[in-house]
């Protein structure tokens, strides 16, 4: 069962149960739901190549909470974990319970080598992930 598999390749740090993206990789080809809270502006040039994937901006969390499944374990991620931790509690107060963040966020993921899907016209410019802009 996919929720053993996480369980047993996760972590916990303050109440929080993380995995590493070379570890969630299988169980995304297993069908866990990757859900990227990065903003549009960095999800549509760079995303994570993998069979269920839900663009859902941590900006549009409270109006599209109903896009997020309550019967399936999720994984949460976006650049490095900022957002990722805030949306973590809110959905857990909401009542989920197979809940995991992705450790490192999208910036280790591709540091580890995980597909990337790229969109060449979505290129972005700045001199690190927070200053990331559509380039003019």
């Given at each position: 069962m996919?929720?053993?598999?996480?369980?047993?390749n996760s972590?916990?740090?303050?109440?929080?149960r993380f995995?590493?993206p070379?570890?969630?990789?299988?169980?995304?080809?297993?069908?866990?739901?990757?859900i990227?809270?990065?903003?549009?502006?960095?999800?549509t040039?760079?995303?994570?190549?993998v069979?269920?994937?839900?663009?859902l901006?941590y900006?549009?969390?409270?109006?599209?909470?109903?896009?997020?499944?309550?019967d399936?374990?999720?994984?949460?991620?976006?650049?490095?974990?900022?957002?990722?931790?805030?949306?973590?509690?809110e959905l857990i107060?909401?009542?989920?319970?197979n809940v995991?963040?992705?450790?490192?966020g999208f910036?280790?993921w591709?540091?580890?080598?995980l597909p990337?899907?790229e969109?060449?016209?979505q290129?972005?410019s700045?001199a690190?992930?927070?200053?990331?802009k559509?380039?003019?």
């Amino acid at each position: 069962m996919i929720i053993d598999k996480l369980l047993a390749n996760s972590y916990e740090i303050d109440g929080m149960r993380f995995i590493t993206p070379k570890k969630a990789y299988p169980l995304l080809k297993e069908g866990l739901l990757l859900i990227d809270l990065r903003p549009l502006s960095e999800s549509t040039f760079k995303q994570a190549k993998v069979e269920r994937l839900l663009l859902l901006p941590y900006t549009d969390f409270p109006d599209r909470i109903a896009d997020i499944p309550t019967d399936h374990p999720i994984l949460i991620g976006d650049a490095v974990g900022i957002q990722t931790k805030n949306i973590y509690k809110e959905l857990i107060k909401m009542g989920y319970r197979n809940v995991f963040a992705l450790a490192g966020g999208f910036v280790d993921w591709e540091r580890d080598g995980l597909p990337m899907e790229e969109n060449v016209n979505q290129r972005l410019s700045g001199a690190c992930v927070c200053q990331l802009k559509p380039r003019e």
